[in-house]
């Protein structure tokens, strides 16, 4: 799955001993637009920084092993300045797609096993770069989401992603609801558990954006594993792709006419893992 961030909490991050550093690496989107800020918002680790790609919102820094939060400065007047928290990194990692806005807005819900509607607890709540568990009451809370109240529509544009163990993956949006005193209540969402009879309807662990996206329309997406093609996707209007996997390493590539994408790499170990993976048209 995406690796995604959470809520506000101090500048910079947690260094490893000595000079022993990992590239962390991802893409910023602004929730006015729904694509790169402009001007280039400025990702920084302590004293590291770097401005993200124009073009597509993506940065990639050396930090120190055991970083474990980043800053993202939007560098637009009026905008606040965003904090992420993640695991403590001690490889290469991609912290997936980190969501900046001129707000911004708790958002909430609860898990429930669609076969029971019972509680579950200890899932795994990813939206909007931030990412939190559910409590015994199934209940969860994602503090300092980017919103837009001039532009709503971004904001339910953004795709969260739920794991919990022995329950099939789930996604939500954020939907056109209101803020009320600050927060948004997504309401409940529902997981199928792994041995149901009833499997959730037409599932999928690996789902991307095809960027930028005036060359997202009649794009399609390949997929291969070991060299052979094993998806051809068409993008969606919303210039999103989806698919359901096995486990294994495959190669994600988009093509639109002459133009190719670059060559993404989606490590699956297992099914109900989700994994986000956009490709980018040079």
Same mark, same amino acid.
């Given at each position: ?5 959470? *809520?506000?909490?101090?500048? $910079? ?32 680790? *302590? ?24 800053? &993202?400065?939007?560098?637009?007047? $009026? ?15 991609? =912290?997936?797609?980190?969501?900046? $806005?001129?707000?911004? &807005? ?5 898990? =429930? ?6 509680? &579950? ?58 803020? &009320? ?5 997504? @309401? ?6 792994? @041995?149901?009879?009833?499997?959730? $309807? ?12 005036? =060359? ?31 486990? @294994? ?34």
């Amino acid at each position: 799955m995406v690796a995604v961030l959470v *809520g506000l909490i101090g500048c $910079g991050g947690g260094g490893g001993g000595g000079t022993s550093t990992v590239q962390v690496s991802g893409r910023v989107f602004s929730v006015v637009t729904s694509g790169a800020p402009n001007p280039a918002a400025q990702f920084a680790v *302590g004293e590291r920084r770097v401005l993200t790609d124009p073009s597509d919102g993506s940065f990639t820094l050396e930090v120190p092993v055991n970083t474990d939060s980043a800053t &993202v400065d939007p560098r637009i007047t $009026g905008w606040p300045g965003f904090t992420f928290t993640f695991p403590a990194v001690t490889e290469d990692t991609d =912290l997936g797609d980190l969501w900046i $806005g001129p707000e911004k &807005v708790t958002v909430r819900g609860r898990l =429930l096993d669609a076969s029971t509607g019972t509680a &579950v607890s200890g899932g795994t709540v990813a939206f909007g770069g931030g990412i939190g568990q559910s409590g015994a009451d199934g209940r969860f809370s994602l503090a300092g989401i980017a919103y837009s109240s001039e532009n709503p529509s971004g904001f339910a544009g953004i795709e969260g992603a739920v794991r919990a163990t022995n329950y099939f993956a789930a996604s939500f949006s954020g939907g056109f609801e209101t803020p &009320v005193a600050g927060a948004i209540d997504i @309401g409940d969402v529902l997981l199928v558990p792994l @041995g149901s009879s009833e499997p959730p $309807g037409t599932p999928y662990n690996v789902f991307g954006r095809v960027l930028p996206t005036a =060359l997202a329309a009649g794009a399609r997406v390949e997929i291969r594993l070991g060299g052979v093609l094993v998806r051809d996707l068409a993008v969606g209007s919303d210039g999103r792709y989806y698919a359901w996997l096995e486990p @294994g390493t495959y190669a994600v590539q988009a093509r639109n006419g002459a133009q190719v994408s670059g060559v993404e790499t989606v490590n699956l170990t297992q099914t109900n893992q989700v994994i986000s993976r956009d490709v980018t048209f040079p």
